[in-house]
C-alpha cells in the first residue's frame, strides 16, 4: 500500500471508536437492514405480529445471527482480505454500504484477529441459544448457514459456482424466521420464499458486489462470476435473476397464509422495479463498477421495503 494509504488507515484507527470497528467486522449497518429480510418473511406467512416474547427473541437471535455470519466471514477470508488489501481499492469511497465506517478491519490490522474470532464465538453463541428456544430446527438451519458460508469463502479460488452457496446462505435466515413463528409452515410458501430471495441475492447482492471487486479478485486469482463470465454475461444473469424475483414476489404474496389485496401486490411490484429493475437495466447498458455498486446497494433495501408494505397491510 502507498503511502497515502497507509495513513488513512492510522487516521481511521484513530478515529473509530473500538466499539465500532467492530460493528465494522460484523458490517452491522449491512447486517441490520439485512434483519428485515427474516422479518419480513415471518411477518408475510402470519399476517399479522406473532407474540411478543417470540418477537423480541427473534430480534435477538437474528442479530446475533448476521453479526456473527457476516464477521465469520473476515475471520475465514483473512488471507484473502489482505491479498486484496496489497492491491489499489476500486470501490468508490463512501459507495459501498459494506464498508460505511471501514473495511476489513482484521485484514488491516486494526483489530486482532483473535479478536474477530471472540467476536464471532460470542454472538454465534447467543444465536444458538435463541435459536434452540425459538424451535429446534432454526438451530439446524444456522448451523448449516455458519458451514456454508465457510464453504463459501473457501470456494473464492475454485470456482465461481460459490454463488449458488451465497444464495442459499442469504436465504436461510429467511426460512429460520417462518418456523421460529410457525411450527408446521406451507412447504410449498416455504419453497417459494427460498426460490425468491435465492435469486434476489444472486441478481441483486453477490453478482454486483463481485463485480465492484472484479480488478482485485482477478489480481489474486479469484474465481468469482463476473471473472469467470465477464462483464457482458454477468449484466444479462443479473438482469434475468431480477426478471424472476419479480415474478416470484408475487407468488410469495399469493401463497402466504394471510391475504393481500391487490394494491399492496402493485406496491411490492414497484418496489421492485425501483429498488431493483431499474438499476439493473442502467448497469446492462454502462457496465460501470459504479452502476454495480449502486445496484448492490439499493436491492439491499429491497426486503426492507416489503416488510414496510406488509406492515402497512397488518396496521391498517
Not at 113 to 136: H, M
Request: with cysteine; hydrophobic share 55%.
Amino acid at each position: 500500500m502507498d503511502s497515502t494509504m497507509t495513513a488513512d488507515l492510522d487516521q481511521k484507527k484513530v478515529a473509530l471508536p473500538r466499539y465500532k470497528i467492530f460493528m465494522a467486522l460484523s458490517r452491522t449497518p449491512h447486517g441490520v437492514i439485512d434483519m428485515a429480510t427474516p422479518c419480513f418473511a415471518a411477518l408475510i406467512w402470519l399476517g399479522e405480529f406473532p407474540p411478543f416474547w417470540v418477537t423480541l427473541l427473534g430480534l435477538i437471535t437474528a442479530f446475533a445471527g448476521y453479526t456473527a455470519v457476516y464477521a465469520l466471514n473476515d475471520v475465514i477470508d483473512y488471507a484473502n482480505d489482505r491479498m486484496k488489501l496489497a492491491q489499489e481499492f476500486s470501490k468508490p469511497s463512501g459507495l459501498d454500504i459494506d464498508g460505511i465506517w471501514i473495511r476489513h478491519p482484521l485484514a488491516q490490522g486494526i483489530l486482532p484477529y483473535r479478536n474477530g474470532v471472540y467476536w464471532v464465538v460470542a454472538w454465534a453463541s447467543i444465536a444458538i441459544i435463541g435459536a434452540w428456544l425459538l424451535n429446534p430446527v432454526c438451530l439446524v438451519i444456522f448451523i448449516a448457514g455458519c458451514i456454508l458460508e465457510t464453504l463459501y469463502c473457501k470456494m473464492l479460488k475454485i470456482s465461481h459456482y460459490r454463488v449458488l452457496v451465497s444464495g442459499t446462505v442469504k436465504t436461510l435466515g429467511a426460512v429460520a424466521a417462518v418456523y421460529a413463528v410457525d411450527l408446521s409452515p406451507s412447504p410449498v410458501f416455504v419453497v417459494i420464499l427460498f426460490l425468491f430471495l435465492y435469486v434476489w441475492e444472486i441478481g441483486g447482492q453477490n453478482i454486483p458486489n463481485d463485480w465492484s471487486d472484479v480488478h482485485e479478485d482477478k489480481q489474486i486469482g479469484a474465481r468469482t462470476v463476473p471473472v469467470k463470465l465477464g462483464i457482458h454475461r454477468s449484466a444479462v444473469l443479473i438482469l434475468g435473476c431480477i426478471l424472476v424475483t419479480l415474478l416470484l414476489n408475487v407468488w410469495v404474496f399469493k401463497f402466504s397464509r394471510a391475504v393481500y389485496d391487490p394494491v399492496y401486490l402493485v406496491a411490492a411490484l414497484g418496489a421492485g422495479v425501483y429498488l431493483l429493475l431499474i438499476p439493473a437495466l442502467r448497469l446492462i447498458t454502462t457496465k460501470s463498477d459504479e452502476d454495480a455498486m449502486r445496484l448492490f446497494n439499493r436491492g439491499s433495501y429491497y426486503p426492507l421495503a416489503l416488510m414496510a408494505i406488509v406492515l402497512i397491510r397488518i396496521i391498517f
